[in-house]
C-alpha cells in the first residue's frame, strides 16, 4: 500500500479522527463498553442474551458505512502490493496477536490510551515497534 502524500486530504483526515474520537467517546458514555473491533467480533462468537444485538449493529456500520459513503464521493482507489499467501499470514498473526494482546489496535490505541490504560499504553507501544521491525526486515534484510 503506498500514501500519495501530494494528495493528502488533511481537512478529511482530522475530521475523520475527530469523528472516530467521538463515537468511541458516545460509545463508552452511553453504552459503557469499550469500541475495540476484536472484542465486539468476538462476542458475536461467543453470544449472551440480550448482547448480540448491539453488536450485529456495530459490525453492520462496519461494512455498509463504506457503501453509503460511496453514494456521496467516489472511493479511494486500494493497491496492495503483497500476495494472497501474504495477506492470509497477516490476516493469521494480527488475530493471533490481538487475542495474546488482550484486544486490537482500535481498543487498545484509539480507546485504551485515551483512558490512560497502562496495559493499552504498553500494547500500543508494542504494536509499533513490531510494525517497525516488520517493515525493516521485509524491506531491508528480505527484500
Partial sequence: ?????????????LAGGILIGLATSMFLLLNGRIAG????????????????????AFVAGLIFSPIAFSVAAPLPAVQ??????SLIMAGLLVGIGTRYGSGCTSGHGVCGLSRLSPRSIVA?????????????ITR???G
Avoid: E
Fill in 1 to 13: 500500500m503506498t500514501i500519495d502524500w501530494a494528495n493528502f486530504t488533511l481537512w478529511s483526515s
Fill in 37 to 56: 473491533i476484536s472484542g465486539i467480533l468476538g462476542g458475536l462468537l461467543r453470544p449472551t442474551k440480550g448482547d448480540i444485538g448491539w453488536r450485529i
Fill in 80 to 85: 496492495i502490493d503483497a500476495s494472497a499467501a
Fill in 124 to 136: 500500543t507501544a508494542l504494536f509499533i515497534l513490531a510494525g517497525f521491525a516488520t517493515v525493516f
Fill in 140 to 142: 531491508h534484510l528480505i
